[in-house]
Nanobody
Framework: EVQLVESGGGLVQAGGSLRLSCVASGFTFDGYGIGWFRQAPGKEREGVSCLSSRDGITNYGDSVKGRFTISRDNAKGTVYLQMNSLEPEDTAVYYC????????????????WGQGTQVTVSS
């Protein structure tokens, strides 16, 4: 059974940092695109970052470029999202998700989702 479990969320002051983790079980990331998405109350789910395991290419949403970094530890079956210089606008539930193939910015293209982890940034 494919499972994704996120952790690492919490409450942080503006300017602070958090590192989110997404642990996969039931499959390996090889051949998959692994994305981080977020959803704030009353807003659409938006793509934050994605890593394509086929070619190693990463991409980021405009609002997080230069502040967030996605990475992967194959041995641990874990994908990370390092978030620096956090802003109150980053407050949301963060989800990791995977799809077979390359990254895609549309969340409906993803097949497996974690349960989400809450990130709250205070001003």
């Amino acid at each position: 059974e494919v499972q994704l479990v996120e952790s690492g969320g919490g409450l942080v002051q503006a300017g602070g940092s958090l590192r989110l983790s997404c642990v996969a079980s039931g499959f390996t990331f090889d051949g998959y695109g692994i994305g981080w998405f977020r959803q704030a109350p009353g807003k659409e789910r938006e793509g934050v970052s994605c890593l394509s395991s086929r070619d190693g290419i990463t991409n980021y949403g405009d609002s997080v470029k230069g502040r967030f970094t996605i990475s992967r530890d194959n041995a641990k079956g874990t994908v990370y999202l390092q978030m620096n210089s956090l802003e109150p606008e980053d407050t949301a539930v963060y989800y990791c998700a995977t799809r077979w193939g390359f990254c895609n910015s549309d969340y409906v293209e993803y097949d497996y989702w974690g349960q989400g982890t809450q990130v709250t940034v205070s001003s």
